[in-house]
């Protein structure tokens, strides 16, 4: 076999090695003659591209088919380096029938701006941060935006070619989707259990382009309990008889519980993940991997054992960090059921819950979360109802999706909630919520400095949330009263973790206000600060009305200037 492998280089090879920047991804075309019965299963037939870092490190790239028979079929690579300077490179084939390798090759690859991929943001001991991601570079990352779990061409805004621009244009650089890299209905259709649309596939490469051009972060949720139900749920008819996996579909799984139980079933699923990192892995706009959207409803509803769920996760998040050659974060997602045993595995690098109702919770929920699990806590759906957006008039809807954004802005979360609905917040122009908390966040991030929470009291009144970054700090205020605040004290305490020294003694302070539903930094007469002893600080607010916010960024008057309009 070896004498029937053949290569060829995109960019193409000359006298001397490739260049390509870093962060940028490197191309392979690779025309091969080897035999394979279905190109999509590893045990039949795997290509990989391995690769040796400057520093000596291997690092196997796999390869995804692209077209041809056994005779003759044409492979590609992506491979993004990481690290300035040579790479050694070589093809490797195996099949039942024997292996074969090409000679090594050289690829240099020259330094470039650029933040890399997303990570967790750990101290020494390897406890994750709360607050953050953190990028190759090192700069911090907090991510904001919304779920659009599908598109619908026809629909204002309804499809990625669409929606990416806007978010872009709100300053919003997170989505959460259904329809992302190693989505589930590439096995759609007559294709069958491991086989691929390449239809679909294409579709997938477009997100990620215009995600790279947007500078949009992508969590794609791989599957979904959707597809498995035996049974109509409030939404949704019976749609097992119609999954590739089923018996009556040509499948090999009697009953939804089979697809996480029968090793036929799960090699399947280990080739579609090989097949996704191989083709999108490359990109550092695919932020993470998340295994189930809301899996939980299985378990409930479908008759799928909590053992089976939980041990499959272990098994494929496993997978993925062994396929993966950039580290990516891998996680899934629950509705509304606390399983421990799950969120304990070692390869799940972050939790995840969903939330409909009131969001006055949230920071106790991720510090819960943070504290159980020691690591980062993602909010990936909220909203005001889950059963639609007709239960409740359109201003209650929005004012759920402000108050879970501003709440999310002060909560140990490295990504802010994402809103469901997204259709209908979208029609009904509340977009301006994600604008306003993008503004806040940028100022919160402007420094790269850490986050911490800060204790803050407002009495029964006022609703008050603090961080800081050991330098500055944020206040946020809402009236939760019926009526006016009038020299309402908010008490901002543990100053050792927002900004490491005492109170307005000690400097002195200027505060800055901002109004979370225009955006706007604007002079607010109604807030002084007062005395306070120790490390602490006190803002007397005086005139917000019921239920109206505001946003306060306090900082000291020498050494921390930073233009703000009207500030």
């Known amino acids: 076999m070896a004498d ?185 259709g007559p294709m069958g259990p491991g086989r691929y649309d390449e239809a679909v596939a294409a579709k997938v490469d477009a997100l ?6 947007e500078g949009i972060f992508i969590l794609s949720a791989l599957d979904t309990h959707n597809r498995f139900l035996t049974k109509a749920d409030y939404f949704n008819p019976p749609a097992w008889q119609d999954n590739p996996y089923c018996l009556a579909k040509g499948g090999m799984c009697a009953r939804p519980a089979d697809y996480f139980i029968l090793p ?21 706009n695919l932020a993470a991997w998340e295994l189930w959207n809301e899996v939980d409803h299985l378990v409930e509803s479908a008759g799928v054992p909590k053992a089976s769920v939980i041990a499959w996760h272990g098994e494929m998040s496993a997978c993925l960090k062994g396929l993966d050659p950039y580290g990516r974060l891998v996680s899934t997602s ?10 304990s595995l070692r390869d799940l690098d972050f939790t995840q819950r969903h939330h409909y109702g009131g969001t006055e919770g949230f920071r106790d929920l991720a510090d819960t979360y943070h504290r159980s699990y020691a690591k980062p806590f993602v909010l990936g759906e909220y909203s005001l109802r889950w059963q639609g957006t007709d239960k409740e008039p359109v201003a209650a809807y929005e004012r759920e999706l402000h108050l879970g954004l501003w709440r999310g802005l002060f909560s140990a979360m490295p990504v802010l909630p994402m809103s469901w609905w997204w259709e209908f917040h979208f029609r009904h122009g509340h977009g301006t919520h994600l604008a306003a908390a993008a503004r806040f966040l940028a100022i919160m991030m402007a420094d790269g400095l850490p986050l911490a929470a800060a204790a803050a009291d407002g009495g029964k009144d006022a609703e008050a949330l603090a961080a800081g970054n050991g330098r500055e700090v944020f206040l946020w205020v809402r009236n ?88």
């Open 208 to 213: 990620l382009e215009a995600a790279d051009r």
């Open 480 to 567: 939760r009263g019926r009526r006016i605040l009038q020299g309402q004290s908010i008490r901002i305490a543990d100053l050792d973790a927002g900004t490491g020294s005492g109170g307005p003694g000690a400097g002195g302070w200027t505060v800055a206000s901002f109004e979370p539903r225009s955006g706007e930094w604007e002079r607010f007469a109604g807030a002084a600060l007062i005395d306070s002893p120790g490390p602490s600080l006190a803002l007397r607010v005086d005139g917000l009305a019921p239920d109206q916010d505001r946003a306060f960024r306090i900082y000291r008057s020498i050494g921390i200037e930073r233009p703000m309009a009207s500030a």
């Open 4 to 188: 029937a492998l053949r290569i060829d280089m995109v960019p193409a090879i000359g006298p001397g090695p490739a260049t390509v920047a870093r962060y940028r991804p490197f191309r392979l075309s690779i025309t091969l003659s080897a035999p394979f019965r279905n190109p999509h299963d590893q045990a039949d037939i795997r290509v990989d591209a391995v690769f040796e870092s400057p520093t000596g490190a291997r690092l196997i790239q796999p390869c995804f088919f692209r077209t041809g028979d056994p005779g003759s079929s044409r492979w590609e690579a992506r491979f993004t380096p990481r690290m300035a300077g040579e790479h050694g490179f070589h093809v490797a084939v195996h099949t039942p029938a024997g292996s074969a390798r090409t000679a090594q090759s050289r690829m240099i690859c020259v330094d470039a701006e650029g933040d890399g991929f997303l990570g967790k943001d750990a101290d020494a001991s390897g406890r994750s941060h709360g607050w953050h991601f953190r990028f190759d570079s090192g700069r911090l990352f907090r991510g904001l935006g919304e779920n659009f779990g599908w598109e619908t061409p026809g629909e204002p805004g309804g499809t990625f070619a669409e929606r990416l621009p806007y978010l872009k244009s709100l300053g919003c650089d997170f989505l959460r989707t259904w329809e992302g890299p190693g989505r589930a209905d590439l096995e759609r």
């Open 334 to 343: 629950l509705s509304h059921h606390e399983y421990p045993e799950l969120w």
């Open 264 to 284: 036929e079933a799960r090699a399947c699923l280990k080739n579609r993940l090989r097949y996704s990192v191989a083709r999108w892995g490359y990109s550092p």
